[in-house]
């Protein structure tokens, strides 16, 4: 151990993780805590790291108060529709009524909007979204946080939190490594905001062999946002609620501003309009849901893949319509050149010229996530002015961990944040966690340098594996004592793929599935202990692979637990094939008890605080 030197950071605010909620939340914390140390810990480099590294087109949710387009309530609504009734209204509202404010700062920091020529507003997109010239939207927000933090961090990866031993759950710091030097560091801290992103590569993807490593969600973000507070014993809720996306095939190509600023429209191979054809269908398994407006995602998703499993794919995008406007066939390309480039080189190579050729679209594997149209994630005390009891317990977006919080993919239970509602959640998180420190609540943590010391035995226990396990290789890199990182990762996205709904089966499992799927887990959980690294990039490897294993864990038992098909179009539950709002209208909350490793669940009630004050007040 001793070659891999150990460096001490004490501070008041660790922010974990430097993408959009992390950029956020070290910034608010430098404007509250003008006096504190605040830490910023990034496994890539904050200029380019997280889902937003590549740039974007449009900033997906801004109310525009100012001019009265939105409320707050209306995102509410919009959002608990879209989760087929299931999300935590207190924390929505929570972020849209903040979220103006944050984009109008990008809009101060330079980042390019567009404009409306009639109207001088923000040119819309759709409700929700506005357009940007967003190449450069991570380097603006990077900058904001590199000027506000004592120190940001690159290339460490955090593997496991600290806990304080002089007070029971309470967060002590974190522990992780640097994966260019390969020295171990701590940082002590009396607050720490996980804003780790989400979960991709946990299912198996269709893009396998030559073009692995290809998906929707950003391919680094591996579930450490839900690994690290799921491993000290935190809540944690919705984790059944997976996301599947309609996108264009093969280059995951974004749909959002094709349906909503291109006006084009899906149609199946013989030309036809499928969606309406699994109306009835669908309206047996999920009731009136069905004629809600928007139709919700998954619903949207489900005839699609109805569509594709009858044998009426391939379904396509009309696009040769609306590129026949020179302005809009502008759009339609800059719209990827800014976000997605890899789609237009894949159309480039197989001769798709969308102007003349409808292209392909797919839905794809399943990702973990709490900010786009799903809300997976911890389970975090709300804003004490709108939570009822049971969702409030003293600073808004702590877990239930003490002085642990927060944002971004990690919070569970509010969806629809998008970039700028995650960063706006990670402003919300700093702004709690600096008053948490001010009355004190942190005071007296203690964190022995024998809990530092086990975490780096166990950080590089993979090098040594390997060190030792290489001399018994029989063949390529086939040994009995190990187990490579890639072995590891296909291994698992195997058992989640055909067991936990994934593309293999169409989405669908049941309840026995599942169960095998969890001894399946386990299993590899214990083969885990044996993962080899030859460098420092495989060790990085080697702990993305633990974090999303339980990170898996955690959905495989969410999933089981919900005896019902919330979501058709997102998975389905084959033994109980229909949404069933008489047991299951309420949120799942989870805890792994961090010495059995056992999970226990429990129902939350689902409060639907908007509609219900509104109601009060007209009674
Ligand atoms: C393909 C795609 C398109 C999208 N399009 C839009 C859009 O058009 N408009 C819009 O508003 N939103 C869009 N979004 C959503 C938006 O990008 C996310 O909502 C937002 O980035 C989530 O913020 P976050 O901070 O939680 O995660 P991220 O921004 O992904 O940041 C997570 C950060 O944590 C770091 N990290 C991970 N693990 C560790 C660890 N163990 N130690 C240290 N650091 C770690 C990562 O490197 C990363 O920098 C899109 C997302 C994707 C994937």
Redesign the pocket.
Known sequence: MAKHKTHYEDCDVLV???????TGATFEARHWGRDMKIIC????N?DR????AQG??????YMGMQWGENQPEDHVRYARNDLMGMVREDLGYDMARHVDSTVHMFDEWGLPMMKNEKTGRYLREGKWQIMIHGESYKPIVAEAAKKSADKIYNR???THLLMDEAQENRVGGAV?FNMRTGDFHVFRSKTVIV????ASHIFKPRAVGEGMGRT???P???G?AYALPIAVGAKMTQMENRIVLCRFKDGYG?V?AYFLHLKTYTQNANGENYEKKWYDQTKELVGEYIDHHPTPTCLRNHAFIQETIAGGGPIHMVTTEAFQDPHLETVGWENFLG??VGQAVVWASQNIDPKYTNPELTTSEPYVMG??ATCSGAWVSGPEDLSPPEYFWGYNRMLTIDGLFGA???VGGSAH????G?FTEGRLAAKAAVKYINDKKADGIKVTDKQCEDFKVAIFKPLETYQVAQNEITGGTVSPSYISPIQGLQRLQRIMDEYVGGIATNYMTNGNMLKRGLELLTWLEEDLEKVGAEDLHQLMRAWELKHRALTSQCVTEHTMFREETRWPGYYYRGDHMKLDDDNWHCLTVSRRDPKTGKFSLEKVPVYHIVDENEKKKAS
């Open positions: 974990v993780g430097g993408g959009m909620a992390g810990v990034e496994k890539a904050i790291s997280g889902a937003v974007l087109y449009a900033i997906n949710c460490i990866m955090i992780g804003a780790a992103g989400g929707w969600y950003a680094w973000s591996n450490s974004p959002g976000m997605t900010s786009h971004g993919d990690t944040k998008f970039s700028s995650s």
